[in-house]
Structures are given as C-alpha cells and as structure tokens.
C-alpha cells in the first residue's frame, strides 16, 4: 500500500493533494479500532476519509458490537477527528469511508454541529453498514441524508446492512460472494466506476435474511451470540 501511495504522489490527479493528521488507534480494553486522515484536494476542499475494519480481532469485535449497541467508540472517535478536523480550515468538507469507515463518515457527519454539517459537501460510503434505527431517525441524520452517495457491489453484504442509504449506485465487481467487499475488484472506465442496474439475488437473500435476523432477536440476544463468538476466539490467543 506505501508503493501504492507513492505511485499516486506522481500521478496527474493527486500529486497535488496533501495528506496530513493522519492517525490509527486500537485499543483492546474498549475494544476500538480505528483510523483516518485528511487530504487537501485541488479543488479547494478537505476530505476527511475513515478507514474500515484492519485484521485485528479487536477490530472486527467491534464492527458485531454495532448489531446491539447504540454506539461503539470508533463513532465517538469519528465524530470528535471530524470536528476537530474541520476546526484546522475553512474549506468545504467532503467525507468517505470504506466498510466501518463509511458507516463512521455517516455517523460523524450526522453528530457534528450544524455550522461544520453546513460545510460538507458530500458524504461517500462505499460498501459501509448503515445507521440503528435510533441514529437514521435523528434530526442529525436528517439534516445531511441527502448529501450521502452509497456504493455497493452487485453482492453486497456489508452495505446492506441496518438501515443503509438509499439510493445506492451498483458496482460491477469481479469477485464473488463477501470478496466483493473488496474495492480493488471493483472496475472503473475512464474517471468512473463501472455501474449496474440491481443488486443480484444472492445479495437480496442475504439482506432479508439478516435484517429478519436483526428485527426477530433481541440486543440482549444478540450480545450473548457476539460475546460468545468471540471469547471462543479468544482460547486461541490470537490477535
């Protein structure tokens, strides 16, 4: 990924940019993982990116940790880099995420005050969760709905996930099933993404099925099923 980074810095497009407070937490005790920079474009404006889930198993604890919690830290952690990021300019705003990453770019950007929500342009999740109801309900959430573009592969698990956003545009990927999840398969044609009409039947099935799943249980049911998913992880000692 460095030698990819290096690669951009000589490119036409983002040799120009400037990335800058750039910063990548994890902690075991509140089990929270997270990460996110800022990039200066040409344009004018600042982009705020959050990153998604890394390899840790701290890190994917916390992604299930959203099926029954209001909130995890790495959306606290996001909401305050968001404010404080916005605090260094008075540029215009855009956030994005992938995966974890989109899902905290929404819900930073619907935390925020109104003065910095003014200041976003756009909010890009690409194959990101959505909100709990509680969150998609907020008067937060609706004051920047319709600034969210979601991106989601033709198989997408992930973004279909809670309460996603919608409209959402179609990315042909060439992979199959979950490693769709993977943008390095998703194509692009000149300057744009390679787009769909639908999402395929897998992905339907698989939504319905988890939202059924996440509608008929419980957060205390659905806590006992994560703590013990992962503390059968744990006799492994791995991290």
Known sequence: RKAVVQEMAKSARFAEARMHHAIALTDHEIE????????????????????????????????FNMSYQTRVPAQEAATLYLTRAAELSNRPLRIVGHSKGGNLAVYAASCVSKKVQKRIESIWSYDGPGMNREMSQSDGFGRIREKIRSYIPQTSIIGLLMDYYEPYTVV????????????????????????????????????????????????EQRADFVDTLFRLGDTTKAT
């Open 32 to 63: 929270m993982q997270f990460s996110a920079l800022c990039l200066d474009l040409p344009d004018g404006t600042t982009c705020i990116a959050f990153r998604g889930t890394d390899n840790t198993i701290v890190g994917w604890r916390e992604d």
């Open 172 to 219: 042909h990927s060439t992979a199959s099933g979950i490693s769709q999840h993977d943008p390095m398969t998703w194509q692009i044609y000149g300057p744009q993404f390679e787009t769909l009409e639908t999402i395929d039947h897998t992905a339907v099935v698989t939504r319905d099925t988890l939202h059924e799943w996440l509608q008929n249980s419980s957060p």
